[in-house]
Every structure is written in C-alpha cells, then in structure tokens.
C-alpha cells in the first residue's frame, strides 16, 4: 500500500501561484510513476501532469503546459505541482496518484493509478 496526502492548495487571484506537495509514504517511492489530476465541480476528473520514477521525463496536459510544473524528491518521498499564472480555470480538487513502474506506462489515464490521495482544494478567484 501506498498512502498519499496532498498539501497546499488553498485561494489565490488569478495570476498568482501555488505549490502543492503530494507526501507518500508505505513503499519504495522510486518505484513509482507520480501524476496529478484536478476535478472542478460537475466535471470529471482529468489528467494534469505526471512525472516519472526518475523525474526524468515529464508530461503536461494543454491547458497547463508553461504553467505548470511537475517535479519530485525521492529521498523525501515527495512530488510536487507548481502552478504558475493561475486562471479560475484552474480551480478545482487536485490529487495526486501512483503508478508503479510498468514497461508500458499508462501516465494520463485514471485507471493507470492505483493509489490516490484525498485531494486538496484550489480555488482561483477572478
């Protein structure tokens, strides 16, 4: 088992910016892929970034990509999101998610993960 607990999420204007953590614990975190996903009210839960187990190769969905940063530690067994020039767009629960190392590596999809956080809110005000 893997239990992941997210921090930092919080209110903020548009245009200002948030780091998020995603603080893992339970088994090796290095044998993980991470990502996070956001799900806004009466919206479905979408991919936002992912990482994986090296930090090495990251990846971004559209609507993020220049904002957004995905980056980890393993010797602290912690992921993180920052999130630059955020719009009300941006404004939603976000949870983290691990995915252990696979050869062929599901990084965008829900079904990819399984382990997720509780989530943190992100509310971007206009």
């Known amino acids: 088992q893997v239990q992941l607990v997210e921090s930092g999420g919080g209110l903020v204007q548009a245009g200002g910016s948030l780091r998020l953590s995603c603080a893992a614990s339970?088994?090796?975190?290095?044998?993980?892929?991470m990502g996070w996903f956001r799900q806004a009210p009466g919206k479905e839960r979408e991919f936002v970034t992912a990482?994986?187990?090296?930090?090495?190769?990251?990846y971004y969905a559209d609507s993020v990509k220049g904002r957004f940063t995905i980056s980890r530690d393993n010797a602290k067994n912690t992921v993180y999101l920052q999130m630059n020039s955020l719009e009300a767009e941006d404004t939603a629960v976000y949870y983290c998610?691990?995915?252990?190392?696979?050869?062929?590596?599901?990084?965008?999809?829900?079904?990819?993960?399984?382990?997720w956080g509780q989530g943190t809110q992100v509310t971007v005000s206009s």
């Open positions: 990482i994986n187990w090296s930090g090495g190769r990251t």
């Open positions: 339970g088994r090796t975190f290095s044998n993980y892929a």
């Open positions: 998610a691990a995915q252990p190392v696979r050869a062929s590596p599901n990084l965008k999809s829900l079904n990819g993960y399984n382990y």
